[in-house]
Structures are given as C-alpha cells and as structure tokens.
C-alpha cells in the first residue's frame, strides 16, 4: 500500500549558482544580488522547464533566517513577482534552521495531499554573505536553544558543536581514522562540484585536496576538532521545484516520463531544548531514515542515489550512518573506501552537498531534492550517476539545527 | 616595573603614519585585555596617540574604531571568555562592540608632545631620518621619567647611534614592525651594547603578548630586513639598466617585476614592492645606510630621479597604493613611469604578449605564490618549479636563476657582514616579514 492517498510527482527542480567565496565571481565587497533575485531566478528556472506556469497553485518559500542576513521579512510577498500570474495566489514561507527547504518540500507536498492544490511551486532560498561569517555564526546559532545554550556556546557555535561530536567520534572510533574519513569526505565534495558548474566549489582547482582536508585544527581561531575546510559554504542561492499531483502534471504540461514519483517522507522534530543524546550518533537523521524506508517500503540498498546535509565533514560521515549504509563507527571507513563516490556504492552529494555546492541554508533542502530528481531523470549531467533498473529510487535527509529538525524523502524513477 | 604596568600608560609618537596607527591598535588592544582584570577594575589605562598633523589625527579616530572591530571581529573565540561573566553579552555581535568601546576609552589623540611624560614606555615610529628621531628624542628624555623606556620602529638608523645622540643610556630599543603591523607577525628587534636588560625583557614579553615572531638582528644599518630588501632593490635597478637596451625603459622594468614576481614566486615584483614601501622611503633607507656603512654603492641615480619628479609610491589612507614605478588601478599595476616622458606607459595586452614571448614562458605547472601560500605541498612544488626553471634555457628563466643566486648572495653576505646572527634569521625576515615563500638562502638553484 502506497504511502500516500494519492500519487505525488516533482519535476522541474533548479539551482541557482551558490555565490560565495571560492566562486571568481564573488567579491566580498562589490554589491551583490539580494534574496528577491534568488526567488525570482530559482521560480523561473523552474517554470521554465514547464509549459502552462499559469497552472501553479501556490507557492512556498522556505527560508531560514532572512530578516536578519537581509533585514528582509515577509517573503511569500515576492512570489508574484516570479510570475504575472501568481499574483493574489496563496504562498507560505516555512522556517525550520537549515531544514526550512526540507520543510517548505514537505508543507508543498501536505498542501497537494489535502486537495487544496495540484501544483504546488517550492522555493528556498538564502543570502548569507551580507555580513562577515563572525556575525553570520550569530544568526546561525538561532537554530540552537539561544536563552539556554548561546551565552555558554562558542564564538562559532554550530561549527563548535560539530566540533564537539568529532571529538566525541575520535575517542570512540579512534582519531587517525575518523579524520582521514572526514578528509575524504572533504575530497568527494570538491570533486563532485567541480563537475557542477552551478557549485561553489566549481572553480577549485587545488590539487592536494586530501592533503588540505587533513589541515590541523586551530582552536584559538576556530574549533577545537575541525578545520574551516571540514565547513559548509557561506553561500546565497536559490533552489526551486515543482511538486504536483497526477492531474497537476496534465495542467502544467508536463509528461509523466519527465518527472519522479515522491514515494514517501519523514519529518521527524526533536527537542531543541534537550542535548543530543548521543554525539556519536545523528539519531533524528537515523529515524527519519528509517521511517521513510519503511513507509516507502524499501531498503537502503534499493537506492541509487543519497543526498545528505554534510553541514560539516563529520556530519557526512554520521549522515551515512544515519541512512544505513554504514555501520555504528563504519562511516568514516565507509566513506574512505570510496563508497560514496559517484562511482562507489551509494554516490552520496552528486553535486557537492553542503561542501562543494554550498549551503544557502533555506534552500539546501530543496536543493537536495532537485539533484536527487535530476539523477533519477538522467539529467545530472557531468554529475549522473548510474540508475540500477533493480535500483530506482533515490534518498534526501536535511536537517536543522543539531540534529533536530529533519526531513527525509524517498523518490522513485516513473 | 612589570609589562602590565607600563602598559598602563603608553605613548606612541608618530601615531597617525602607517606603522604608528598600527601600533596604536595593538597597545590599545592589549589596554582593553588587561582593563577586563579584576585586578585592574580600578585602574586608568591611556594609549597617548601624538602626531603633529591634526588633519591625521582626525583619520586616525576612524581608523582605530575600524582596526580595532576588525581584531576584536578576528579574536571573538577568545572574548567570549574574557566576557563569560558578563550575563548581558550573547551575542558574538555585542561582545565585539563592547570590546571596541573598552579599547577605544583608552585613547588619547594628541598634538602635544608632552603627553609622553608620564608614559613609562613610547613608541617612536616617525619620519626614517637621523636628524628628525635624533631632535625628539632629546626632547622626550627631558619630559619623561628616567624609568621611561623607548622603542623605535626605525628600519636602518643603528639603535646606538640615536642612543648615543639623545643620551638614552640604554633605554632604547629597535622594535622594528613591518607593514601592516597588525597583520605582520615579523618584528625585528634590535638590541644596542649598552641597550639595558629589563627593556630586552620588554621586548621578548611584549612581542609574546602580540604574537609576534621576534628575530634579532644586529645592530647595523638596514639591519635584516632592508639590509636585503634595499640590495635586492639596487640589483633589480642594475638588471634594468642591461635589459633596457634590448626592452627600453618601461620594457625593462615590466621584464624585472614580473620575473621576481611570477618566476621567483613572490607576492609581489620588486619595483611594486618599492612602491608599497615608498620610493621616497626606499631612498631615504638607501641614504641612511649609505652614510652609516660609509657605503658610495648604496645609490640610486634613477630613484633619485624618480623623487625628484615626485613619483614617490607608498600608500593613500584608505590603504590603495599611490603610483611609483608602476601606476596602479584597482591596486593592480596597469602602466609603467617613463622618467623621460614623465608619464605613464600604460599596459596593453598586445604589448604584454610581445614582451612575454621574448622572456619566454613559465614552468610547467606554474602555480602563483597565492596559490602556492595554501599548498600544504608548498615545499615540492617549490622544488619542482625551480629544478625546472633550471632545465629551461629562455631569457626568463636566466635572469630568474641570475636573481635567486645574487638573492642568495645578498643573504649569506649578511650572515657574513655579523648582521643576522645565522641564515635562519635570515631566512624568517624574509619568510615573515616579506611573505616570500622560502628563504633567500636556500639550496633550489
């Protein structure tokens, strides 16, 4: 029994450029594009692909924290200006930390399931480099518990956390290994963007990679465990797709062929006002997965491709855990092994995850599952990886916070 | 007296320059870490900013607020534990203001020279002339207390020499930061005979406080840094004066900058590097050290040429470099000064080209010195793109060879004139205080 009343298809997705340091276009000090632009380019690459964007019922914008990055509230305000036609339509913005894609993907395939829409257009998007990554980390730190944990937390709080559970894993799983995992992760993420013209880390062309993953740590300027190559970007982007019903898809042209079937979802919250249970483990990544497996009735081994939110190389490595693909403490030897490359055993982060792509945190969700979308339809380009027939379906985890809010979907070639 | 006690009152003379300002944010800043002591709650700190210009001062004030957010933006990890007990500071945003506005209470800007007199340590990092230091030296040993120690950021005026002038007794020290001194880790230090021991102390303390990396350096006019950098300027200028019959004027110095430059992997060509520094500057040390060696060699007819034009380099105060021997937009060279002309040769891509073809080209894999900064394999592929430099056969790869080995020579004679104590010491001026990737004494060619 299908896990949905009623068939749920995306199609269309799109990514913006992640623009950000490592891109030749950027530069710290020269204007910049605002969030409007991001929506407006995410919107129309989406509509683009489409032939009736009249037909578009709503719209939802996921986001995380615009009104401080740019002073910018009220978002579902610029959905008209992505099209004529979306004026006086309904469209919510969703907020989740760095899951609010993940979110805003699921609130647009609830809406459709609830019969108050066929066609559903999800955006996310997010403009961090309006301020120096010092103030940035403050912004950020809003999806951790601000009144308990932020006066005691680090000047660079979720990298601090992460930090904390690399630490954690050294000790447990031995240090020489997880940190080689977590510099392979590093490699995996840069080689893949690199084939990505869209990724930030497109334009990369140091040639010791591995070696530069291994960069010690310095604690007096940043965390104690990890270095700012084991880091996401600081990036603006916008990543945009279309969620439809069966009948949704015949409104806005769109061939069955030329879209994936959305088999099943979790989105699991934990309390944000409770400490991670265990650093060692992303359990909410881990029941999401689970949950999504099972109610898409699959196995990890029936996927062919796997997004997960390396918010930080050693979230990579949990991530993978989390998705069960590797064993308790086997992710980093899982990942060093090569088995996540695009040629190994579950190509993980096709287009350079949070990495190589970037993290324009409200976006990251949507972009996830526009590149797992993309492979399933064989449009990944330099990136695509092999779709086995026995193998038709493909997995995105994002996650807010840590380890707190997250969303976990399950697609299928049609 | 204790380092926390003198930094309790601190004068910097000369404040408003380029050095002097970062100096002042330095001090400042280490005024604001020891005003968060408990002990200190009811002491008074002051940073005494003097210069003679009034203009300068006022620029001054912006340029303390914007340094200071910038180091405290740099040092937010350690803060956050200066101010843990402070329960109204969250946010990495108000713990960097609040420390701004500590640092900045201590500042004193001033045109009065005699803000020094209760100082108990000065910084002098005014105009590099002999005469100038010498004149406020005599005065400031009349207004100061006799426990008052001075430190000098001169560059090629030997310590003992102004000591002796000014009648210091030892209480002078050369502490020679390098441009920008807040980003520069290299300090020269250079101690006299009769320099006494506590102010040595100060400077080994001082220098662990800012983290600085400390090299001695004899004291000898030029001492480390200039010793090499003005020799390595006057051989630049004697290579263009045998290439300009085959490259003319602006030819021959485009051909120089860019060999020491991209095939010697340096952040900068020379000729840039003598703007950055100041042409009026590089000739001002040549004249310093000219006199104090009793050295003819040590001249430039066509520096001398290029300040008498008033093509003098250095920097504007928003940090863009004015034009020297290259003029610059955006801070990128884009034309070379043609003294016969007195106007710029402007840069083309056409012109370029043909030069380039003539030098010849890069080595395989050529990797710029930004690149290669980062390259946790810098040290093989240093190896790598010398040993092929050494295999080309092409104008360009000549004179780089030619320019590391007189490099190297200006190097070992330091080692040799008892300048620099050893050829690490070398080495570290040039690695820390220049940028350069490898030290001149090396074994690459």
Redesign the interface.
């Known amino acids: 029994m299908s896990f949905f009343r009623k068939k749920i298809y995306a199609c269309a997705g799109f990514n913006t450029i992640s623009l950000g340091s490592g891109r030749k276009e950027f530069h710290p000090k020269k204007p910049r594009p605002g969030i409007e632009y991001y929506i407006k380019e995410a919107g129309l690459g989406s509509i683009n692909q489409i032939q009736n964007p009249e037909a578009i019922d709503e719209g939802v914008i996921g986001n995380f924290v615009a009104e401080r990055f740019c002073k910018q509230g009220n978002l579902s305000g610029f959905f008209p200006m992505v099209h004529p036609t979306f004026q006086y339509k309904p469209c919510i913005r969703v907020e989740g930390a760095c899951d609010s894609g993940g979110l805003a993907i699921v609130v647009s395939i609830k809406t459709i399931l609830a019969d108050l829409a066929d066609v559903v257009l999800c955006i996310g998007v997010e403009v961090q480099n309006s301020v ?1 990554a ?2 940035g ?2 912004y950020l ?1 809003a999806a951790g518990w ?1 009144s308990g944990e ?2 005691e937390g ?3 709080f979720f990298p601090d956390q992460f930090s904390q559970r690399a630490g954690a894993c050294f000790e447990k799983f031995g240090k020489e290994k997880v940190l080689a995992g977590m510099a392979q992760w590093y490699v995996n993420a840069i080689e893949n963007a690199r084939k990505y013209p869209p990724a930030q880390e497109f334009h990369n ?4 990679l591995f ?2 993953g ?2 010690p740590p310095n ?4 965390c104690e465990n990890i270095n700012v190559f084991d880091c996401s970007k600081v990036s603006d982007g916008g990543s945009a797709m279309i969620f439809a019903s069966e009948e949704g898809l015949k409104k806005i042209g769109v061939d069955q062929k030329d879209a994936t079937e959305v088999m099943a979802y979790a989105q699991v919250q934990d309390n944000l006002t409770t400490p991670p249970p265990d650093l060692t483990k992303l359990s909410t990544c881990a029941i999401a997965a689970k949950r999504a497996y099972e109610r898409a009735a699959i196995k990890p081994g029936n996927l062919s491709v796997l997004e997960v939110h390396d918010c930080f190389t050693i979230a990579g490595l949990l991530a993978i855990e989390a998705a069960g693909f590797a064993d308790y403490g086997e992710g980093a030897d899982f990942v060093k092994d090569g088995r996540t490359k695009l040629t190994g055993t579950i190509p993980t982060n096709t287009t350079g995850g949070l990495i190589g792509y970037g993290h324009p945190t409200g976006a990251t969700g949507v972009r996830e599952a526009v590149d797992v979308v993309s492979q399933l339809l064989g449009k990944a380009g330099d990136c695509q990886v092999k779709i086995g027939a026995d193998r038709p379906y493909g997995m995105m985890s994002s996650m807010g916070g840590n380890d707190i809010t997250v969303v976990a979907m399950i697609f299928r070639q049609t | 007296m204790t380092l926390d006690d003198r930094l309790q009152n601190v004068a910097i003379v000369g404040a408003a320059g380029k050095m002097g300002s970062g100096i002042g944010v330095m001090i400042a800043q280490e005024m604001a870490k020891l005003k968060l002591k408990a002990e200190n709650k009811n002491k008074v700190y002051r940073t005494n900013l003097i210069d003679i210009s009034e203009t300068a001062l006022d620029g001054l004030r912006g340029y303390m607020i914007t340094q200071l957010t910038k180091v405290a ?8 534990k200066l101010y843990e007990k402070r ?1 109204d500071l ?4 108000d713990i ?1 203001r609040t420390f701004v506005d500590n640092a900045s209470s201590v500042l004193n800007f001033t045109t009065d020279l005699n803000a020094v007199k209760d100082a108990h340590l000065v910084f002098e990092a005014i105009v590099e002339n002999d005469k100038v230091k010498t004149k406020i030296y005599r005065k400031m040993k009349k207004l100061c207390s006799p426990d008052t120690m001075f430190l000098t950021n001169t560059s090629s005026i030997p310590i003992s020499y102004l000591d002796e002038q000014a009648g210091l007794d030892g209480r002078l020290i050369g502490y020679h930061f390098y441009n920008p001194p807040v980003v520069q880790r290299l300090v020269e230090v250079i101690a006299a005979d009769n320099t006494v021991e506590e102010l040595r102390k100060i400077g080994d303390e001082l220098g662990k406080r800012l983290r600085k990396k400390l090299v001695p350096s004899c004291d000898i006019s030029g001492f480390i840094g200039n010793g090499h950098f003005i020799r390595d300027g006057l051989y630049a200028l004697s290579e263009v004066e045998r290439l300009k019959s085959t490259f003319r004027y602006p030819g021959a110095i485009y051909v120089v900058n860019r060999i020491t430059q991209d095939f010697l992997l340096r952040p900068m060509g020379i000729f840039q590097l003598i703007d950055y520094v100041g042409v009026d500057v590089f000739q001002c040390i040549l004249r310093v050290m000219r006199t104090h060696l009793d050295d003819t060699s040590l001249r430039s007819r066509f520096v001398d040429k290029l300040v008498k034009q008033h093509v003098i380099g250095g920097q504007y105060a928003d940090g863009s470099q004015k034009d020297g021997f290259l003029k610059y937009e955006r801070n990128r060279p884009a034309g070379i000064y043609n003294c016969s002309k007195k106007d710029y040769f402007m840069l083309n891509d056409k012109w370029k080209k043909k030069v380039d073809a003539k030098i010849g080209s890069l080595p395989d894999g050529f990797a710029p010195w930004k ?1 290669l900064l ?4 810098k040290e093989d592929a240093l190896q790598s793109h010398f040993d092929k430099l050494k295999k080309m056969d092409t104008l360009g790869s000549r004179l780089a060879v030619d320019f590391l080995k007189k490099t190297k020579a200006i190097g070992e004679q330091l080692v040799n004139d008892g300048v620099a104590a050893s050829t690490k010491n070398v080495n570290a001026v040039l690695t820390n205080g220049f940028y350069w990737l490898y030290g001149p004494i090396n074994n690459y060619i």
């Open positions: 120096k010092i103030y980390a403050d730190a601000f932020r006066k680090h000047a660079y062309k140091n040639p010791e070696a530069t291994m960069t604690p007096k300027v940043f | 933006e740099k040092s937010t990890v350690h803060l956050r329960q969250i946010e990495n945003a960097i690149a980062i390259n946790p394999k």
